[in-house]
């Protein structure tokens, strides 16, 4: 009788979304790859061929002159971000579990809160906040740290990516201190009075048994920030500058140029993206299994 | 001396929760507020009341609440059976199922975007609100997936079997036990779709083409107009929904807020 409920090979139930997804997600993988080919990008060419790749890698073009550059600018925007944001998260989550009570809640729920801001209007905050003219630096000026605008640094739309930085560090370091937190909370107890009852002092019970037992969930963590930094649009291109561009705004704008040849291009930049992204995915599935384990 | 740490350091806290809407409100409301003064010097509602009645922000903001809310419905309906299988039952290929699931969570936007540009170009489904619908799918649907199974791997189904076996017929037992005990978990997924879709730009911009003009294309073209005043009513605007919504879910997330966090 209760075979009733189970009406059908699961494959049934799952086979709308399948569909859907598979159709979609992968003829767009199909379509990409064909167009990084050359192909189907709206002009007149009927044969594979491997120039988008040879001009984003060693062209002396537009895409080869300024690819290596962004791939490195992309590449210190997201490793000092997840950087930043993993030790951020660690020193506020040990800190934060050190107070017990009913303050816990309210903890968590304000580390939520940040979520009522998609990336799009915290970059734009940033803006209004950290520009030569914006509260900052009215701040400053009535402080008397500084007379005209101009004496305030650049800290938004700056060469070195900083604001961009700033950004992402103060959207992901309420994530992963969620995550650390969650450790934490779970396990971290028992073990840590143990060790000061054999007489470890506070930095050998975190360097030995706090900082380890967080790592492998920090790791991944981290890893789904570097990953979502490196491939994101939105704020790179509200708090970033002409010129170095991270490797999402190169892409965008080669595949947006009424140049039609240079659409394969900005489709290869894309597959880079994806390609070290989907690296980093990896690592880190692999890291949560071991550290599950 | 700890215990004025801890104050400073959640008055800090809650001073950031809140420093974006007052920051947005403060430009939004103002009328003259020159450097360096803290506060504007006179204050205005003109900006925010033509931004009201401007008939672009208008059918923007209709465009994005339509599209948002149809794409979280298609999630929960096409999601829904899927992301009961994946959660309560165990069958051969269940991981391979997962993972068509979660490569979409994986490869970026701008890929998937830039691909499906092309094809749609093909089919003539550039800018259109349905081509828009089914790009926002792409990102919407594997997230309502796993928000859900991880409702059905918690849910008993033995209440569903104890009511068979008092003669209720499927159709009955699907709306007043399976949908009533899973119902916080929908919700809080169909919103966070909601969310996803509302906050889409590239996907937006790479389908609809310009035509399609929702809240972040509008909010896009402001920054890049550099009016501070216009750019901060336009994204208090763009911000209310999702304050509103993370407000209202507040409960759940605590509990949840990881899985979200992941996909959002």
């Known amino acids: 009788m209760f075979k009733r409920l189970d009406f059908s090979s699961p494959w049934i139930k799952l086979a709308p979304a399948i569909l859907v997804i598979s159709l979609l997600f992968g003829a767009s993988i199909l379509f990409g790859l064909t ?66 009570g009913k303050s816990q809640q309210t903890d968590t729920l304000a580390l939520n809160w940040n979520l009522a801001f998609p990336h799009l209007v915290w970059a734009i905050a940033l803006l209004l906040f950290f520009s030569q003219s914006g509260l900052l630096a009215r701040f400053a000026a009535t402080l008397g740290f500084i007379q ?5 640094p650049i800290l938004v739309k700056d060469r070195s990516g900083i604001g961009i930085i700033l950004d992402y560090v103060t959207k992901e370091i309420p994530f992963l201190t969620l995550i650390v937190l969650a450790v934490l909370r779970s396990q971290a107890e028992n073990l840590d009075i143990i060790a000061e ?44 500058v002409r010129y170095p561009r991270m490797l999402p705004v190169l892409a965008l704008d080669f595949f947006l140029n009424p140049d039609l040849n240079s659409r394969a291009e900005g489709m290869v930049i894309s597959f880079v993206i994806t390609l070290i992204v989907m690296i980093v995915a990896i690592i880190s599935l692999r890291g949560e299994k071991e550290g599950n384990q | 001396m700890k215990n004025q740490a801890a104050v400073f350091f959640r008055i800090f806290l809650y001073g950031i929760l809140i420093a974006p809407l007052v920051l947005f409100v403060l430009y939004a409301f103002s009328e003259r507020w020159f450097f360096p003064a803290l506060l504007p010097t006179s204050w205005t509602t003109n900006i925010v009341t033509r931004m009201l009645n401007d008939s672009r922000t208008t059918s923007g903001l209709f465009i994005s609440i339509g599209i948002a809310m149809l794409v979280s419905f298609l999630s929960l309906v096409i999601g829904f059976p899927a992301a009961r299988t994946l959660g309560s039952r165990v069958f051969r290929g269940r991981q391979i199922a997962w993972l068509i699931f979660f490569l979409p969570t994986v490869v970026p936007p701008l890929a998937v975007g830039m691909g499906l540009n092309i094809l749609f170009l093909r089919l003539g489904w550039t800018g259109t609100l349905f081509g828009v619908i089914l790009a926002h799918l792409v990102p919407t649907l594997p997230y309502t997936i796993f928000t859900l199974s991880g409702v059905f791997s918690r849910y008993d189904e033995n209440y569903e079997h104890q009511a068979l076996v008092l003669g209720s017929s499927r159709l009955r037992i699907f709306f007043t036990v399976t949908l009533r005990l899973v119902f916080p978990g929908l919700v809080v997924a169909a919103l966070f779709a909601f969310l996803i879709s509302w906050s889409q730009y590239l996907l937006t911009l790479l389908i609809g083409g310009g035509k399609i003009l929702t809240l972040p294309m509008l909010l896009f073209s402001a920054v890049s107009g550099g009016n501070p005043t216009s750019i901060a009513a336009l994204s208090l605007l763009f911000v209310t929904p999702p304050v509103i919504i993370i407000a209202a879910s507040a409960r759940f997330l605590v509990q949840h807020g990881k899985t979200i966090r992941e996909q959002y």
């Open chain 1, 148 to 152: 005209t605008p101009a004496d305030f």
């Open chain 1, 197 to 240: 009852n054999l007489g470890a002092s506070r930095w050998q019970r975190l360097w030995y048994i706090t900082i380890p037992q967080v790592l492998p969930a920090l790791m991944a963590g981290s890893l789904i920030v570097f990953g979502f930094v490196f491939s994101a649009y939105e704020v790179p291109a509200i708090l970033g």
């Open chain 1, 35 to 100: 167009q990084s080919f050359g192909l189907m990008t709206g002009t007149e060419q009927e044969i594979i061929s491997f120039d988008a790749y040879r001009n984003v890698f060693s062209g002396q073009g537009p895409a080869g002159r300024e690819f290596w550059s962004s791939l490195g600018f992309s590449l210190w925007v997201a490793t000092t971000s997840t950087l930043l944001s993993a030790m951020g998260a660690l020193t506020i989550a040990i800190w934060l579990s050190n107070r017990k």
